[in-house]
């Protein structure tokens, strides 16, 4: 079992920036495909963006150029940057993780075994 800690959600106004964080406390995800998905209200859950165990990465394109997913110097750290904040991105973000200890590539359909409880995001005026 993997546990998985997001943080760094609140409220700002449009046009800022946050960064997240996930972290598994006391492991390592250097063998872990890590994901961000994020849910708002009466919608279903999207993915966002991906990171490989050899920091391959992709973006879902209504994210694209504005976030960024990243591994921390710290080994049981993934980040993801968001700038140019929208009304539209407000959701509860989640960070989720696959075992994966031997793919350059990841995919945001991919399947994701262990989840974080999430992280609200609010952009509101």
């Known amino acids: 079992q993997l546990q998985l800690e997001e943080s760094g959600g609140g409220l700002v106004q449009p046009g800022t920036s946050l960064r997240l964080s996930c972290v598994a406390p006391?492991?390592?995800?250097?063998?872990?495909?890590i994901a961000w998905f994020r849910q708002a209200p009466g919608k279903e859950r999207e993915g966002l963006s991906c990171?490989?165990?050899?920091?391959?990465?992709n973006y879902a394109d209504s994210v694209r150029g504005r976030f960024t997913i990243s591994r921390g110097h710290a080994r049981n750290t993934v980040y993801l940057q968001m700038n140019s904040l929208k009304p539209e991105d407000t959701a509860v973000y989640y960070c989720?993780?696959?075992?994966?200890?031997?793919?350059?590539?990841?995919?945001?359909?991919?399947?994701?075994?262990?989840w974080g409880q999430g992280t609200q995001v609010t952009v509101s005026s």
């Open positions: 990171i490989s165990v050899t920091r391959g990465t």
């Open positions: 006391g492991r390592t995800l250097e063998s872990y495909t």
């Open positions: 989720a993780a696959n075992w994966n200890p031997r793919s350059p590539i990841c995919t945001v359909d991919g399947r994701f075994t262990y």
